[in-house]
């Protein structure tokens, strides 16, 4: 019997012990480790790491710090508010937070049956150009010379031997551990070769007999092992912030769970040191290859290979240069999807595939003479700081200047953000829209089956990039659906619209020049353009501009006036247009302010003055006939306050009636008590209309005045009395 009580005993402890303190889903976990930030230097951080019983691991960077308290366990399911109280008494803490467990996972990674012979790396180049068109680069080339990559991950197996002669130790640490030395950790399962196969993706060495060739096959490889334990800000901070002067590009292929419910980003380190740095065959761990590495864990090496192409075509690029050569470059063409839209600058844009696919040869090509974007501009505007009630359905329209006047105006948009607070009671349920002045509708938000919070967004940043080189001067409209169609509610408390860009438009390929004319005349004007451009203002362009079209134009040959033939040239829009797909009226493609799109015959039709006034502009009351009528806008406006002080009348009549019934139905009830009670035990309490009789027990003949009492009567008496006084005011209150 005690043996078999002692094996019960362990087992349960057993169990206790493995187990430990589960969260759950959406709990936070909380380390043992902090980041601070300290004044004073190196030296002030370790006295204070040990006056409170830390280790300084040493800095993230500038002056944050990582500390380890020894004191402290490694999980727990609360924070340790004593210690993070004691180190906030230390003058030179600006500040510190202790470190969150946060959940990364690399990205998709799945597997499905192809055929080796034809699979092999056929996104470098496809006869049926279905690629990244990396054949062409290589032709004019670039290979990645001289550029150096990190692949922040879970390590990689520098001694490869499709990865050694091009692995950096200076692209490369183990944050997990906190040594220089990336190598993954080998499992049974080969859990931890994502990395590797990343890092083959970008920089396999060419013409070595072993399994394919990176994008960038003679630029520099590292890795940083990050994923493999727990990833906190500080460690995700080292790992975006290492070696910054050396490192050109950061890879990283994983990101918050993508369960559909999940709502997390980067925190505080992790944000400055993005802020700081901006400034498919392929290997396989354990020295082998793969052929079956794919999804979004493969297109953001696939990504750093082909930057890599364009920064040993052009060092001087920064990251915005690289995005708007993304974006004048990518090729929308074979990609199916049902989104696809025109932009207010005559781009094709798609939520599925962006702008299109990479072109890694059109992008060296206009990296090798690209003039460098001028410094980024910021506009903030809040346009709601009131709070809104969601409902089904809210819409929100504002008119912005962009900042003009002012040293962030901002004329040629980049990158627009939707900041925003609001509460919803399920989250998932909403659906947000953010719509141009060129009418541009951009996605904020998809709704989320899965997400049943009923936290919301607190400050929030939206982003969209769809609008990229569009004026932003105009009206924004910010839509808020309820998609589900039940009776969900919530409020949005904040709208803060954020305009990043520059002052002018930039030379691209809306904007014409003479770096891609083939043929001059004699008045040196272009009179044929290299293949992919066309004609337009004196110059080539590779994308026609809003307002006009790619078509073709009958152009005079060079020292002969009668003989002419047709080139490519952008032709004008019909006026009524504002983007189209040919010269006609019924080949809109998207149309000006005060018009819509007919969708059946393609014209733009103009909106009368009635249909364009705002929502709050009047109203309108159906009459017999079915016609409409537009109310005075005078009585219009009034309207709202008319119905909100009918309504208040309304709701008090209805509790003047209500406390009228409850004090006639109270009278009764009292009268019936304190005939009951007989005389000498009731209370009268005032109320404001009549005195009504609350009977007490335990108090008898509080109202008799009795003649002749004892000086300890009279001392009950008064007891007695302070006894009433209170029951009243309580009874009044």
């Given at each position: 019997?005690?043996?078999?009580?002692?094996?019960?005993?362990?087992?349960?402890?057993?169990?206790?012990?493995?187990?430990?303190?589960?969260?759950?889903?959406?709990?936070?976990?909380?380390?043992?480790?902090?980041?601070?930030?300290?004044?004073?230097?190196?030296?002030?951080?370790?006295?204070?790491?040990?006056?409170?019983?830390?280790?300084?691991?040493?800095?993230?960077?500038?002056?944050?710090?990582?500390?380890?308290?020894?004191?402290?366990?490694?999980?727990?399911?609360?924070?340790?508010?004593?210690?993070?109280?004691?180190?906030?008494?230390?003058?030179?803490?600006?500040?510190?937070?202790?470190?969150?467990?946060?959940?990364?996972?690399?990205?998709?990674?799945?597997?499905?049956?192809?055929?080796?012979?034809?699979?092999?790396?056929?996104?470098?180049?496809?006869?049926?150009?279905?690629?990244?068109?990396?054949?062409?680069?290589?032709?004019?080339?670039?290979?990645?010379?001289?550029?150096?990559?990190?692949?922040?991950?879970?390590?990689?197996?520098?001694?490869?031997?499709?990865?050694?002669?091009?692995?950096?130790?200076?692209?490369?640490?183990?944050?997990?551990?906190?040594?220089?030395?990336?190598?993954?950790?080998?499992?049974?399962?080969?859990?931890?070769?994502?990395?590797?196969?990343?890092?083959?993706e970008v920089a396999a060495v060419a013409n070595n007999g072993m399994c394919g060739v990176g994008v960038a096959y003679n630029s520099k490889i590292g890795g940083v092992r990050m994923l493999d334990g727990e990833v906190t800000d500080v460690v995700e901070a080292q790992s975006l912030s290492l070696n910054p002067q050396h490192i050109d590009i950061y890879s990283a292929s994983w990101g918050?769970?993508?369960?559909?419910?999940?709502?997390?980003?980067?925190?505080?380190?992790?944000?400055?040191?993005?802020?700081?740095?901006?400034?498919?065959?392929?290997?396989?761990?354990?020295?082998?290859?793969?052929?079956?590495?794919?999804?979004?864990?493969?297109?953001?090496?696939?990504a750093a290979g082909i930057i890599a192409l364009a920064l040993e075509a052009n060092k001087n690029l920064t990251w915005r240069d690289m995005q708007h050569l993304v974006v004048r470059t990518s090729n929308p063409a074979h990609l199916t999807t049902n989104d696809w839209k025109t932009n207010g600058v005559g781009r094709r844009v798609s939520h599925s595939y962006g702008y299109g696919l990479?072109?890694?040869?059109?992008?060296?090509?206009?990296?090798?003479?690209?003039?460098?974007?001028?410094?980024?501009?910021?506009?903030?505007?809040?346009?709601?700081?009131?709070?809104?009630?969601?409902?089904?359905?809210?819409?929100?329209?504002?008119?912005?200047?962009?900042?003009?006047?002012?040293?962030?105006?901002?004329?040629?948009?980049?990158?627009?953000?939707?900041?925003?607070?609001?509460?919803?009671?399920?989250?998932?349920?909403?659906?947000?829209?953010?719509?141009?002045?060129?009418?541009?509708?951009?996605?904020?938000?998809?709704?989320?089956?899965?997400?049943?919070?009923?936290?919301?967004?607190?400050?929030?940043?939206?982003?969209?990039?769809?609008?990229?080189?569009?004026?932003?001067?105009?009206?924004?409209?910010?839509?808020?659906?309820?998609?589900?169609?039940?009776?969900?509610?919530?409020?949005?408390?904040?709208?803060?619209?954020?305009?990043?860009?520059?002052?002018?438009?930039?030379?691209?390929?809306?904007?014409?020049?003479?770096?891609?004319?083939?043929?001059?005349?004699?008045?040196?004007?272009?009179?044929?353009?290299?293949?992919?451009?066309?004609?337009?203002?004196?110059?080539?362009?590779?994308?026609?501009?809003?307002?006009?079209?790619?078509?073709?134009?009958?152009?005079?040959?060079?020292?002969?006036?009668?003989?002419?033939?047709?080139?490519?040239?952008?032709?004008?829009?019909?006026?009524?247009?504002?983007?189209?797909?040919?010269?006609?009226?019924?080949?809109?493609?998207?149309?000006?302010?005060?018009?819509?799109?007919?969708?059946?015959?393609?014209t733009c039709l103009h909106q009368n003055h009635i249909q364009r006034e705002s929502p709050d502009g009047g109203l309108f009351q159906t009459q017999g006939g079915g016609s409409s009528v537009k109310l005075h806008p005078k009585l219009a406006s009034r309207l709202p306050a008319t119905v909100a002080v009918l309504s208040c009348a309304f709701i008090v009549a209805m509790f003047v009636a209500?406390?009228?019934?409850?004090?006639?139905?109270?009278?009764?009830?009292?009268?019936?008590?304190?005939?009951?009670?007989?005389?000498?035990?009731?209370?009268?309490?005032?109320?404001?209309?009549?005195?009504?009789?609350?009977?007490?027990?335990?108090?008898?003949?509080?109202?008799?005045?009795?003649?002749?009492?004892?000086?300890?009567?009279?001392?009950?008496?008064?007891?007695?009395?302070?006894?009433?006084?209170?029951?009243?005011?309580?009874?009044?209150?």
């Open positions: 019997m005690d043996l078999r009580l002692v094996s019960l005993t362990l087992g349960t402890l057993l169990i206790l012990v493995t187990s430990g303190p589960q969260p759950s889903v959406g709990q936070k976990v909380y380390t043992n480790t902090w980041a601070v930030h300290i004044t004073g230097g190196e030296q002030e951080a370790n006295r204070i790491a040990r006056k409170h019983g830390f280790v300084n691991h040493g800095k993230v960077f500038g002056d944050f710090y990582h500390f380890r308290h020894r004191r402290v366990v490694k999980r727990s399911l609360s924070d340790h508010r004593g210690t993070h109280i004691r180190l906030h008494t230390e003058p030179q803490v600006m500040w510190a937070e202790q470190q969150v467990v946060k959940r990364r996972k690399k990205r998709d990674i799945y597997y499905e049956p192809t055929d080796p012979k034809f699979a092999q790396q056929w996104y470098l180049y496809n006869e049926d150009h279905r690629d990244l068109n990396v054949k062409d680069a290589w032709k004019q080339g670039f290979t990645g010379q001289g550029v150096v990559v990190s692949i922040l991950d879970d390590g990689i197996e520098k001694k490869h031997p499709d990865l050694i002669q091009n692995y950096d130790p200076d692209a490369s640490y183990d944050v997990n551990d906190g040594d220089p030395d990336p190598q993954p950790r080998y499992t049974q399962l080969n859990d931890n070769r994502h990395g590797t196969r990343c890092a083959g918050p769970e993508d369960d559909g419910k999940t709502v997390d980003g980067p925190a505080k380190l992790a944000k400055e040191a993005f802020l700081r740095g901006v400034m498919e065959v392929t290997t396989d761990l354990r020295q082998k290859c793969t052929d079956s590495h794919t999804g979004t864990s493969a297109s953001a090496p696939l990479l072109d890694a040869g059109a992008i060296v090509a206009l990296a090798k003479n690209w003039t460098n974007v001028g410094p980024q501009r910021k506009c903030v505007l809040s346009l709601v700081s009131e709070p809104r009630n969601i409902g089904s359905h809210l819409v929100i329209n504002k008119s912005v200047d962009a900042c003009a006047g002012t040293d962030n105006f901002v004329s040629s948009l980049e990158h627009a953000q939707a900041q925003l607070t609001l509460s919803y009671n399920r989250r998932g349920s909403l659906a947000i829209f953010l719509i141009s002045p060129q009418g541009t509708r951009s996605t904020l938000l998809a709704p989320r089956p899965h997400d049943y919070s009923s936290e919301g967004f607190s400050d929030w940043a939206f982003m969209t990039t769809h609008s990229w080189d569009e004026d932003p001067r105009g009206e924004w409209t910010l839509e808020i659906e309820n998609v589900a169609g039940t009776s969900d509610y919530g409020t949005l408390t904040q709208f803060t619209l954020v305009l990043y860009g520059t002052a002018s438009s930039l030379s691209g390929p809306s904007a014409a020049d003479s770096s891609s004319c083939k043929t001059y005349d004699l008045n040196q004007i272009c009179t044929v353009c290299n293949p992919g451009f066309y004609l337009h203002n004196k110059g080539c362009v590779r994308d026609c501009p809003a307002g006009f079209t790619a078509g073709t134009r009958s152009i005079f040959l060079p020292n002969n006036e009668v003989t002419s033939v047709l080139r490519p040239a952008c032709q004008s829009c019909d006026p009524i247009c504002l983007t189209c797909s040919g010269t006609s009226p019924q080949s809109c493609l998207s149309c000006p302010p005060h018009s819509h799109l007919d969708a059946v015959s393609g209500v406390f009228g019934f409850l004090q006639m139905h109270t009278r009764k009830q009292n009268k019936l008590l304190s005939a009951e009670a007989g005389p000498g035990s009731g209370l009268l309490v005032g109320f404001g209309f009549n005195r009504t009789a609350v009977a007490y027990k335990g108090i008898p003949s509080v109202w008799r005045e009795d003649e002749g009492n004892s000086e300890s009567e009279n001392e009950e008496f008064e007891i007695r009395n302070e006894r009433i006084g209170f029951i009243k005011t309580q009874s009044a209150l």
